[in-house]
């Protein structure tokens, strides 16, 4: 087995061991607005669950050089923000809003995305997802870099939850139904496989 010290090895050859080795990993899409109303739309897979009591959500946005992403500068600006669960259905269009753009432009409008008003806050999500969360900002914190951060931590508490009727009986979400795709490395996603069940112990 390999051993290997992070400390010796660049900032991307630490990017590939991580996103090779902590997989799957699930897809946010996260719809945030700028100071000047433009409607910002992107992906992110460093995402998971905080918290059920009260419901919160993490996101990991990292920075280029330094400079906050669009994201993360709306989420600290406005204070909200939407998260859709990536699946197979909308995988493609999700996928066009990674594109980067000048601040002034809409991924949302680039992907044919359609906008849809929000209950407890007043960023939009988009009507293409099964679930969307409205979140309201819990915590901000810029993390790592020696001279500058080199990422944004982002902790939101879901105030409304959105699931299309057909996924949802009984208090639970049908993972078929939902068809979440998950992030791997590279250009590599992967579909819900086989299901199977291990007991837990009491």
């Known amino acids: ?4 010290d992070p400390a010796l090895l660049s900032e991307r050859e630490n990017y590939k061991f991580l996103i090779g080795s902590i997989i ?6 996260v719809t945030t607005i700028s ?4 409607l910002n739309g992107a992906p992110f897979s460093y995402f998971n669950i905080v918290s ?8 990991s946005i990292q920075r280029s050089s330094g400079r906050q992403k669009d994201t993360a500068r709306n989420i600290n600006d406005s204070r909200q923000f939407v998260v859709h669960i990536v699946d197979e259905q909308n995988v493609e269009k999700i996928n066009k809003t990674a594109a980067n753009l000048p601040p002034e432009q809409s991924e949302i409008e680039l992907a044919n ?3 849809v008003d929000s209950v407890r806050i ?15 900002l819990e915590h901000s914190i810029a993390l790592g870099g020696s001279d500058t951060p080199g990422c944004d931590f982002i902790i939101g508490k879901v105030v409304q939850f959105h699931i ?12 078929r139904g939902l068809a ?7 250009n590599n996603y992967a579909k819900i496989g086989e299901i199977f069940e291990i007991e837990r112990p009491k």
């Open 52 to 59: 059920s009591n009260p419901p919160m959500i993490s996101l």
């Open 113 to 115: 995305l359609s906008p």
């Open 180 to 186: 979440a795709v998950s992030r791997l490395a590279g």
């Open 35 to 38: 100071k000047d109303g433009i």
């Open 164 to 175: 299309e009727s057909d996924i949802y009986e009984n208090g639970r979400i049908d993972p």
């Open 1 to 4: 087995m390999l051993s290997i």
């Open 122 to 136: 007043s960023v939009p999500g988009v009507k293409e997802a099964k679930i969307r969360m409205e979140c309201s």
């Open 24 to 29: 799957p990993r699930p897809i946010a899409f």
